[in-house]
């Protein structure tokens, strides 16, 4: 199933990546620290130069106030390094790779309802694991990261 998850997760970045071969960005972006993010993420501003970036977590099915196994989350994304940012998600059970997804988040973008995350896959069963979203951008070399933030999804 591990393998099944990875293969699916390749072939959605190879799929995504002509699209995004055009964006433009800043080099040397980073975490700057800064806000927190919605529900509990720790969302943190970055970019490098003269930009900022925030990512804050946003749980559309709260029913305890957090996020849980299975239910649907999306971002709030504020950048100025660039018009055209990603948002990638990662999940983690005891260090095994469990959930991993991403989507544009910017007008225009081809696949609008891949900004909605549900937090499940066929690795993943049930249980709590750990998170990490990350804020992206394409530098015409490859994903440089503009803010991060980390979370826990619940049993």
């Known amino acids: 199933m591990r393998i099944i998850t990875l293969a699916l997760a390749v072939c959605a970045l190879a799929v995504a990546a002509p699209a995004i071969a055009d964006r433009g960005g800043v080099p040397n972006g980073g975490n700057n620290g800064g806000e927190n993010g919605n529900k509990g993420g720790n969302g943190n501003s970055g970019g490098g130069g003269n930009h900022s970036s925030s990512l804050a977590l946003v749980v559309l099915d709260p029913d305890d106030g957090g996020a849980n196994h299975g239910e649907q989350v999306t971002f709030e994304v504020s950048t100025t390094a660039t018009d055209k940012p990603y948002v990638s998600v990662s999940c983690y059970q005891d260090g095994t790779l469990v959930y991993s997804a991403s989507a544009g988040f910017y007008e225009g973008y081809a696949w609008p309802w891949t900004q909605v ?19 992206d951008y394409w530098d015409g070399r490859g994903m440089r990261s503009l803010a991060s933030l980390s979370f826990t999804a619940y049993a």
Not at 123 to 132: Q, Y
Request: net charge neutral.
């Open 117 to 135: 995350f549900t937090l499940s896959s066929n690795a993943w069963s049930g249980g709590a694991a750990d998170c990490r979203a990350s804020l």
